[in-house]
């Protein structure tokens, strides 16, 4: 069974903080993703990257950046918080052909 | 992308049998139809997947019509654990599109005792 695994569940910091959330799936997935979820809004892509060292800017990139230095860690980085990236963060992978996208359980973000 | 349209809400009973329909009037040729389910405070749990007629698992059956303009998850003897959020989803996975699928609201399922 496909893991991917968020490092923290909840988490609290600071407006003007830098914040690395990190994914880790254990499949050997090409493809990594970032989401995010508020209410009313559903799932929103942040970016997502196909390869080792790519990456592509999904529909709200702006405030964030990613890192993927190896296949299986896709890091998301917030260079400095602000309360309205206070939400629910959910990591995703697959392999490039025909598969479905797996989710990590997601971490709860709060900036004050 | 093919955009979705499901119902918000649903309400079902123990035990009955719930059909959740998507449409998907601009869905392209190499479109598969991909179903998610999602708990409270959890990420969505991939169901079920198909491209045409009928498609069976352990979990759902996935009914697409000839012109695969909507489709339909059925979910049998629900229980109140089936409560959740239900997600359609429409994408050429194969091209590497994966990504780009859209997450509407969903259909939040409430089953009650």
């Known amino acids: 069974d496909v893991k991917v695994t968020q490092s923290s569940r909840y988490l609290v910091k600071r407006t003007g903080e830098k914040v690395f959330l990190e994914c880790v799936q254990d499949?050997?997935?090409?493809?990594m993703f970032w989401y995010r979820q508020d209410p009313g809004l559903g799932l929103r892509l942040i970016y997502f990257s196909y390869d080792v060292k790519m990456k592509e800017k999904g529909d709200i990139p702006e405030g964030y950046s990613v890192s993927r230095e190896k296949k299986e860690r896709f890091s998301l980085i917030l260079e400095s918080a602000s309360t309205n990236q206070t939400s629910m963060y959910l990591c995703?992978?697959?392999?490039?052909?025909?598969?479905?996208?797996?989710f990590g359980n997601g971490t709860r973000l709060t900036v004050t | 992308l093919a955009k979705t349209t499901q119902p918000i809400s649903m309400d079902s009973y123990e035990g009955q049998e719930v059909n959740i329909t998507c449409s998907h009037n601009?869905?392209?040729?190499?479109?598969?139809i991909t179903w998610y389910q999602q708990f409270p405070s959890q990420g969505p749990r991939f169901i079920i997947q198909g491209y045409k007629t009928k498609v069976t698992n352990e979990v759902a059956s996935l009914f697409i019509p000839a012109d695969r303009k909507s489709s339909t998850l059925s979910l049998p003897r629900v229980s109140l654990s089936d409560t959740a959020v239900y997600y359609c989803?429409?994408?050429?996975f194969g091209s590497g599109n994966t990504g780009k699928l859209i997450f509407g609201q969903g259909t939040t399922l409430q089953v009650k005792p």
């Open positions: 499949m050997d997935h090409e493809n």
């Open positions: 995703a992978s697959s392999s490039f052909r025909d598969s479905p996208l797996h």
């Open positions: 601009n869905i392209a040729t190499n479109d598969y």
């Open positions: 989803l429409v994408g050429d």
